[in-house]
């Protein structure tokens, strides 16, 4: 059918090698490799692997198991990701002999983003002298801190390498693996880098390369393509013949087959909509957005089998979204359990049931979801005939165009449910009760039903995504840290582009947020400061400013709030295009910068005082979603807003307070345009002769995101956010209630949990708790914590985000 226009590898430039297949290892299958090694270097020795993660096992301890050796329960060794437990989801290399445990060394981060594949290094040297260069873990070409909890003695001999049989997938007692696995090296006597196994493309992704390199006696490399059979999906195509044993894996064509297309590149095969043609990361269920009491509904093979099995209701989404005006999409499932309430249908992304879709299972019924977490039965409708017959085959397809969701029973229309009109991204959703479940194909297998994708219509997996318009995040948001030195003149440089607006944070000691923009500039010497949590007038004369903007940073004077000896900072850059204007589009004449390619404009006029309404041009060339004004020449509030609001509703950026109602005496209760934004007279944002400065913004797919969701106060299991990206940046406020403004980002927390927050309505140092704790992700974000200021119960959120890499391109972190 000719549907999809293929790319090369993950992103441009640098190697085109693909990974074309992956190994799905099922805990309920008790899938394992197994091989006896010969003797081999016990002190030094190198595996690196790509890895789709999927949650915890199913055996008795829940610990997925990478590489182990030793049966003996007391003499034993091996490297696992962690399921249980306080250490649940770290990275994790342990070693005893006779009973003794003598290594124990495990990653700082925390492993849950199962919507994308990454890479793994343990790199092993006993023989260092630096006790901490005897075990290195590397994540995407990137080195992790790591918990030396019983540092390995200088010259151990670990259990890893020993004459004794070695198992991939499993461990002792009986843990079994949850996970997709690509792309397994061995390397035997050498303790290697990132970058013999892989690089970074021209827009910063870290991709696989070809290893050239040697293996050493036990080395081997899976690569996982040849799935003729169970014997030949595990041999060795490092030249060494050190093939592995499978068992408990199926190749032959259906559910149960293990050797799947899902593949940390994507390819380059032209897809025919049939299903299993093309390499690439896949969609499947997201364990972290279930919403039942206890994660009731089990996920299985490789995450899309869905099985409910308690009385308690659950709701899953895909790890893929569907924009709106983006076309067709199509999967479908088969019927494994149609003795419960079983439904499906698509969801918002605003991490609850509102704006949902589902068809009902046995009851033939369907109906639009509504408020809350918990599908209301009572708003069903009559409609289809359902899906009470197990080996039915089930086809979706979701018009994101029209708002219309069709199903298919056996290839027959069964019933096609309109009005799903909402300008959100919906995701494919499962809601299940009282048992039920099916078997889910999103394309990474060949399709059971034969034809029923539509042409034109899209499958669910990175490599069919549409290219997006900003590859890499930081070419237009980036952030950077120092350590104050109070000299004058400081450079703060490497930023991807020259900066525009600056936001400083002073981390280590309080002091108010301060914001600076090549619009208003410089005035003798210094950019004028604004502070983020205070009504102040603009500063023209302050040394706690920028003294220059530079090509790829700026230069500090050496105030407290920017660069006092000792202190520590951050500061947040935006890049609003090359040149300032004049924008001649609304009833006020206005001074822009511009980048419409990503979205922002700085926006600087003189209010006229009109009681009757004004207009002022944004130069965005599309409709703002967020709106950040401040008047320059007097003492007033910031005002914020987000277009989830009506024309009379703010936020104050400098309080915590809640939505201010009836507020048009600000925006003339008047929307704003693609050209344009309405004001009446008002201190805040039009008074006569007052200078006044905006910061508009307007959502790119793939770089930034706004929207809403409302809080559960659920301990670490909080909304999870799609995006569509993998998060840089991340400012979250309450709209229904008085909580903080809080912001997170990736570069002052590089690993999951990010805890640690600064506010910019106050002038309080960063701080760190894990009542506040959340998740970056490769396609979005995870609240973990319980409060207030990002998920009490019902309490209502919005949020604005900037992204690293689209989530085409994103690793799991």
Same mark, same amino acid.
């Given at each position: 059918?000719?549907?999809?226009?293929?790319? *090369?590898?993950?992103?441009?430039?640098?190697?085109?090698?693909?990974?074309?297949?992956?190994?799905?290892?099922?805990? +309920?299958?008790?899938?394992?490799?197994?091989?006896?090694?010969?003797?081999?270097?016990?002190?030094?020795?190198?595996?690196?692997?790509?890895?789709?993660?999927? *949650?915890?096992?199913?055996?008795?301890?829940?610990?997925?198991?990478?590489?182990?050796?030793?049966?003996?329960?007391?003499?034993?060794?091996?490297?696992?990701?962690?399921?249980?437990?306080?250490?649940?989801?770290?990275?994790?290399?342990?070693?005893?002999?006779?009973?003794?445990?003598?290594?124990?060394?495990?990653?700082?981060?925390?492993?849950?983003?199962?919507?994308?594949?990454?890479?793994?290094?343990?790199?092993?040297?006993?023989?260092?002298?630096?006790?901490?260069?005897?075990?290195?873990?590397?994540?995407?070409?990137? %080195?992790?801190?790591?918990?030396?909890?019983?540092?390995?003695?200088?010259?151990?001999?670990?259990?890893?390498?020993?004459?004794?049989?070695?198992?991939?997938?499993?461990?002792?007692?009986?843990?079994?693996?949850?996970?997709?696995?690509? !792309?397994?090296?061995?390397?035997?006597?050498?303790?290697?880098?990132?970058? @013999?196994?892989? %690089?970074?493309?021209?827009?910063?992704?870290?991709?696989?390369?070809?290893?050239?390199?040697?293996?050493?006696?036990?080395?081997?490399?899976?690569?996982?393509?040849?799935?003729?059979?169970?014997?030949?999906?595990?041999?060795?195509?490092?030249?060494?013949?050190?093939?592995?044993?499978? =068992?408990?894996?199926?190749?032959?064509?259906?559910?149960?087959?293990?050797?799947?297309?899902?593949?940390?590149?994507?390819?380059?095969?032209?897809?025919?909509?049939?299903?299993?043609?093309?390499?690439? $990361?896949? +969609?499947?269920? =997201?364990?972290?957005?279930?919403?039942?009491?206890?994660?009731?509904?089990?996920?299985?093979?490789?995450?899309?089998?869905?099985? $409910?099995?308690?009385?308690?209701?659950?709701?899953?989404?895909?790890?893929?979204?569907?924009?709106?005006?983006?076309?067709?999409?199509?999967?479908?499932?088969?019927?494994?359990?149609?003795?419960?309430?079983?439904?499906?249908?698509?969801?918002?992304?605003?991490?609850?049931?509102?704006?949902?879709?589902?068809?009902?299972?046995?009851?033939?019924?369907?109906?639009?979801?509504?408020?809350?977490?918990?599908?209301?039965?009572?708003? /069903?409708?009559?409609?289809?005939?359902?899906?009470?017959?197990?080996?039915?085959?089930?086809?979706?397809?979701?018009?994101?165009?029209?708002?219309?969701?069709?199903?298919?029973?056996?290839?027959?229309?069964?019933?096609?449910?309109?009005?799903?009109?909402?300008?959100?991204?919906?995701?494919?959703?499962?809601?299940?009760?009282?048992?039920?479940?099916?078997?889910?194909?999103?394309?990474?297998?060949? /399709?059971?039903?034969?034809?029923?994708?539509?042409?034109?219509?899209?499958?669910?997996?990175?490599?069919?995504?549409?290219?997006?318009?900003? +590859? !890499?995040?930081?070419?237009?948001?980036?952030?950077?840290?120092?350590?104050?030195?109070?000299?004058?003149?400081?450079?703060?440089?490497?930023?991807?582009?020259?900066?525009?607006?600056?936001?400083?944070?002073?981390?280590?000691?309080?002091?108010?947020?301060?914001?600076?923009?090549?619009?208003?500039?410089?005035?003798?010497?210094?950019?004028?400061?604004?502070?983020?949590? @205070?009504?102040?007038?603009?500063?023209?004369? @302050?040394?706690?400013?920028?003294?220059?903007?530079?090509?790829?940073?700026? $230069?500090?004077?050496?105030?407290?709030?920017?660069?006092?000896?000792?202190?520590?900072?951050?500061?947040?850059?935006?890049?609003?295009?090359?040149?300032?204007?004049?924008?001649?589009?609304?009833?006020?004449?206005?001074?822009?910068?511009?980048?419409?390619?990503?979205?922002?404009?700085?926006?600087?006029?003189?209010? $006229?005082?009109?009681?009757?309404?004004?207009?002022?041009?944004?130069?965005?060339?599309?409709?703002?979603?967020?709106?950040?004004?401040?008047?320059?020449?007097?003492?007033?509030?910031?005002?914020?807003?987000?277009?989830?609001?009506?024309?009379?509703?703010?936020?104050?950026?400098?309080?915590?307070?809640?939505?201010?109602?009836?507020?048009?005496?600000?925006?003339?209760?008047?929307?704003?345009?693609?050209?344009? /934004?309405?004001?009446? %007279?008002?201190?805040?944002?039009?008074?006569?002769?007052?200078?006044?400065?905006?910061?508009?913004?307007?959502?790119?797919?793939?770089?930034?995101?706004?929207?809403?969701?409302?809080?559960?106060?659920?301990?670490?299991?909080?909304?999870?956010?799609?995006?569509?990206?993998?998060?840089?940046?991340?400012?979250?406020?309450?709209?229904?209630?008085? !909580?903080?403004?809080?912001?997170?980002?990736?570069?002052?927390?590089?690993?999951?949990?990010?805890?640690?927050?600064?506010?910019?309505?106050?002038?309080?140092?960063?701080?760190?708790?894990? %009542?506040?704790?959340?998740?970056?992700?490769?396609?979005?974000?995870?609240?973990?914590?319980?409060?207030?200021?990002?998920?009490? @119960?019902?309490?209502?959120?919005?949020?604005?985000?900037?992204?690293?890499?689209?989530?085409?391109?994103?690793?799991?972190?």
């Amino acid at each position: 059918m000719g549907m999809h226009q293929m790319l *090369g590898p993950i992103g441009g430039g640098a190697s085109d090698y693909v990974i074309e297949r992956s190994l799905r290892f099922n805990p +309920a299958d008790s899938a394992n490799l197994t091989r006896t090694f010969s003797s081999g270097n016990r002190r030094t020795f190198t595996l690196s692997y790509w890895i789709k993660e999927c *949650g915890k096992g199913l055996s008795p301890s829940n610990n997925p198991h990478i590489l182990w050796s030793g049966p003996d329960v007391n003499t034993r060794g091996g490297i696992v990701h962690r399921g249980t437990g306080s250490d649940a989801n770290e990275l994790y290399i342990f070693n005893q002999a006779g009973g003794t445990t003598n290594c124990q060394v495990w990653t700082n981060s925390l492993h849950r983003d199962f919507g994308a594949w990454k890479h793994i290094i343990w790199a092993i040297d006993t023989t260092q002298s630096t006790a901490t260069y005897r075990v290195r873990v590397y994540i995407n070409g990137v %080195e992790e801190t790591l918990n030396f909890a019983t540092t390995p003695a200088q010259n151990l001999e670990l259990q890893i390498n020993v004459n004794q049989e070695h198992r991939i997938g499993r461990g002792t007692p009986d843990d079994y693996g949850n996970y997709y696995l690509a !792309e397994t090296h061995f390397i035997d006597g050498q303790q290697l880098t990132p970058t @013999s196994f892989g %690089e970074y493309d021209d827009d910063n992704n870290w991709i696989p390369k070809r290893f050239t390199g040697t293996y050493g006696t036990n080395g081997f490399f899976l690569n996982f393509e040849d799935a003729t059979n169970t014997t030949t999906i595990a041999e060795d195509s490092s030249g060494n013949s050190n093939d592995f044993t499978a =068992n408990n894996f199926s190749v032959t064509a259906g559910k149960t087959n293990d050797s799947l297309l899902d593949s940390p590149s994507n390819g380059s095969q032209s897809d025919t909509g049939a299903g299993g043609e093309v390499s690439g $990361n896949w +969609a499947v269920w =997201n364990p972290v957005s279930s919403r039942g009491f206890d994660n009731t509904s089990s996920l299985k093979n490789g995450n899309l089998d869905v099985q $409910n099995t308690t009385t308690t209701y659950d709701n899953l989404v895909a790890t893929f979204g569907m924009p709106s005006n983006t076309g067709s999409y199509y999967w479908e499932f088969e019927v494994t359990d149609n003795s419960g309430n079983f439904h499906i249908g698509v969801a918002k992304t605003s991490a609850n049931l509102d704006g949902s879709v589902f068809v009902g299972g046995v009851a033939g019924t369907w109906g639009f979801g509504n408020s809350g977490y918990r599908w209301s039965e009572g708003t /069903f409708a009559t409609g289809g005939a359902g899906f009470a017959t197990n080996g039915m085959i089930v086809s979706i397809v979701f018009n994101s165009n029209t708002g219309v969701m069709s199903l298919y029973r056996n290839g027959t229309l069964d019933v096609s449910i309109t009005g799903i009109t909402d300008d959100a991204i919906y995701m494919p959703a499962v809601y299940t009760r009282s048992s039920g479940g099916a078997s889910f194909n999103f394309g990474q297998r060949p /399709f059971q039903q034969s034809g029923a994708v539509p042409s034109g219509a899209k499958l669910l997996c990175s490599a069919l995504l549409s290219a997006p318009t900003i +590859a !890499e995040g930081s070419q237009y948001f980036d952030a950077k840290l120092w350590t104050g030195n109070s000299s004058n003149n400081r450079t703060i440089s490497g930023y991807n582009f020259s900066p525009d607006l600056v936001y400083i944070k002073r981390r280590s000691a309080n002091y108010g947020g301060i914001m600076m923009d090549t619009v208003r500039g410089l005035n003798n010497g210094h950019a004028g400061t604004l502070y983020t949590n @205070s009504t102040a007038a603009e500063d023209t004369g @302050s040394t706690s400013s920028i003294l220059s903007f530079n090509s790829d940073g700026f $230069n500090l004077g050496t105030d407290g709030g920017i660069n006092y000896s000792g202190s520590t900072y951050v500061g947040w850059s935006w890049d609003a295009g090359s040149s300032t204007s004049t924008n001649y589009d609304g009833s006020i004449n206005s001074q822009v910068r511009v980048n419409q390619s990503s979205g922002f404009s700085i926006t600087a006029y003189t209010g $006229n005082g009109s009681s009757s309404g004004s207009t002022v041009g944004h130069g965005l060339g599309a409709v703002p979603d967020l709106l950040i004004i401040k008047s320059r020449g007097t003492s007033y509030s910031w005002i914020v807003w987000h277009n989830s609001f009506t024309a009379k509703q703010l936020l104050y950026l400098n309080h915590n307070y809640a939505i201010q109602n009836n507020k048009d005496d600000h925006f003339n209760n008047t929307l704003p345009t693609n050209q344009v /934004f309405s004001l009446r %007279e008002s201190p805040a944002v039009n008074s006569n002769g007052t200078n006044f400065i905006c910061y508009a913004f307007s959502m790119i797919p793939g770089y930034s995101a706004t929207g809403t969701y409302t809080g559960n106060g659920n301990n670490n299991r909080g909304p999870f956010i799609y995006l569509g990206f993998r998060p840089a940046f991340l400012m979250v406020k309450s709209y229904t209630h008085a !909580e903080n403004w809080v912001i997170y980002d990736s570069i002052r927390g590089p690993i999951n949990p990010i805890n640690n927050v600064l506010r910019p309505n106050t002038d309080n140092q960063e701080t760190s708790t894990d %009542e506040r704790k959340i998740d970056f992700l490769s396609n979005g974000f995870n609240i973990r914590g319980t409060d207030g200021n990002v998920n009490a @119960s019902s309490k209502s959120y919005f949020y604005v985000a900037f992204a690293e890499h689209p989530f085409k391109t994103a690793r799991a972190r």
